[in-house]
Every structure is written in C-alpha cells, then in structure tokens.
C-alpha cells in the first residue's frame, strides 16, 4: 500500500535524523583526544555581534592532544580567549598573541564514567526520538483503516515500523558500545 510506505519512509527519515543528531552530540563529548567539534557552540563578540568560533578564526588539532584557533584577524584572539574560557569547557588556552592553543589534559577515571553517563543521556534521548517516531508512524497507519486499508495490510505496515524501530534501537546501541570504548580506553 503506498500510504504505508509513505508513513515507513517517513519514520526512517526521522530516525535516521535521530541518529545523526546523536552522532553530532556524542562528538562534543570529548574522550581524552583533541577535535575541533569540542569547540562547537562558543560565540565570540564580532563587531558587536555574537558569532561561531568557526566563522572568525580556524580551528584545527595538530596533535591528539592540542587544539589550535588562530582568528582570521589579529586582533581577534583576546576575544576568542574569553569566549572559549567563558563557555565552561574546562579548557585555558595559552595565548601567544596571534595564536591559541588548549591542552587537553588526559581523563581521569572518575571524569570518563562522568563522560560515559553523558553518553547514556544522549542514547537514551535518541532512544525517545526513535520510540517517538514509531508511535506516529503506528498513528498514522491505524488511520488508514477508516480510508478503507484492511486491518491486515495495517497489521503488516506496524509490525514492518517495529523492525525498522529495532534495527536503529541496535544502531544506536552499536554508537553507545563505540563512544564507551572510545571513553574508557586510556
């Protein structure tokens, strides 16, 4: 039936979103070696106006356990430095003038099981998004049968969203296993 269909790809389409926002969120938390994503969401004063850090300076690792920002322009970099300590990142760059750098410190054991529980918040929320989605995927095909689908068509279409929920319940699963080894290996 194609409004079954319709209502499946729309699920998957939602669910693959779920996915990515994940794997977007997971990237902020940080496993003891450097990236320019650890960065994302600083707003630096530009002109007046608040800006990504990406759209004012370049950010780059050089080295797992260094991270660079270097303004596009010079006079920049005080700015930035305030921007990225005010954020509450944990992070104090060493400013030389023209450049930035930030140390990454390695995890202590304590602060990467703090780390894994922020993971499981993200799965857990990526978790709802996919549960969310099947139930308006379900909603949508039951309505279908006061259009004139037979039940058993509407049968089929719930129990082929309830594969489809489980195949990314176990993707996301497989991204929590990921980050968690990420995390937890030293």
Do not use: C, W
């Amino acid at each position: 039936m194609d409004e079954i269909e319709f209502y499946l790809e729309a699920a998957k389409e939602t669910m693959e979103g779920a996915i990515k926002h994940l794997t977007i969120e997971l990237s902020k938390i940080r496993a003891g070696k450097a990236s320019p994503a650890m960065l994302e969401g600083v707003m630096v004063e530009y002109y007046g106006v608040p800006s990504p850090l990406q759209n004012v300076a370049s950010v780059t690792t050089p080295d797992a356990r260094t991270i660079t920002v270097k303004p596009f322009e010079k006079k920049m970099v005080n700015d930035i430095d305030r921007a990225i300590r005010n954020a509450n990142l944990g992070f104090s760059p060493a400013n030389d003038g023209e450049l930035l750098r930030i140390s990454i410190p390695p995890l202590t054991e304590e602060r990467r099981r703090d780390l894994v529980k922020r993971v499981k918040v993200e799965i857990e929320t990526a978790k709802v998004n996919i549960r969310n989605a099947r139930q308006d995927a379900n909603n949508s095909i039951k309505k279908l049968t006061k259009e004139g689908v037979s039940e058993d068509e509407v049968k089929q279409g719930e129990e082929r969203v309830q594969k489809l929920t489980d195949q990314y319940i176990v993707k996301i699963d497989q991204v929590f296993t990921a980050k968690e080894i990420d995390i937890m290996s030293v």
